[in-house]
């Protein structure tokens, strides 16, 4: 279902930035399950550019039962950007869920008029999308913006609506880039350093999907692919309570 926003990804960073591969742990790449009724195959990438510290996808198909599409872009830290994060999933093609957003490093006021206001305009095209559903497992007001897309909805919709604005939110994010000055001050780009591992560890401690690549692919390798691939600037949490 969403191999279409794969490739539009795909060709969109290599059309604008010159990518070079970043190394994925070995068995990380991909894998392959023959739990359940169909085997499920997850492939990830991820790539780095002078733009942009780590690029990083993930697909897992499992058929007719399941079809996910996960990225997060990091800008470099020179840039205080916020990061695009995409997440979309479809269990049976009953259940589908699209989130999208322009996910901020940080809430004060200044910082939000930059870099999150810009995100209105699209937000008010596609009410639909921004179904205001709750977060189970986030803090709505950390690391989301307020403008983000946020739905359950129908395969169809995916296709089109979903499809269209994925599309426009890819492009406001190249735009915003382009008029992004870099920063020189090594105070600042370490904030930002701080930020995005902030982030990592966050979003590892709460991720969800931890118990779905478990029930695919075991715990163990689910464990290394959430701290060696998909957050890997985070800190188990056992590890971390024994610091």
Known sequence: MYKPFLEHLEQS?????????RPIPDGLASQVSERGRSPATIQSW???CPEFRKIRYTYIDAGASAQIFNSVIYPDPKYRLPMLG????S?????????????????DEAYLEKYIKPLKILHDNYPDLAQNLEMKFYDANQYFSKYL??????????????FEAFKEYLNLYWQ???????MDDPSDIQSV???QKDYDQYSADRDPASGLFSSYFGHEWSERFLYGFLFEDAVPMAVGAAK
Not at 13 to 21: E, I, K, M, V, Y
Not at 176 to 182: A, R, T, V, Y
Request: aromatic share 12%; proline share 5%.
């Open 13 to 21: 960073l290599s059309q604008r930035f010159d990518l070079t591969s």
């Open 46 to 48: 991820s790539y780095q």
């Open 86 to 89: 995409i997440d979309f999933l």
């Open 91 to 107: 269990f049976g093609q009953v259940k589908n869920l699209v989130v999208m957003d322009f996910q901020p490093l940080f809430q």
């Open 149 to 162: 897309l946020f739905a359950k909805t129908d395969p169809e919709t995916v296709k089109t609506r979903v």
């Open 176 to 182: 915003m880039l382009d008029n992004e000055i870099p």
């Open 193 to 195: 350093i701080k930020a």
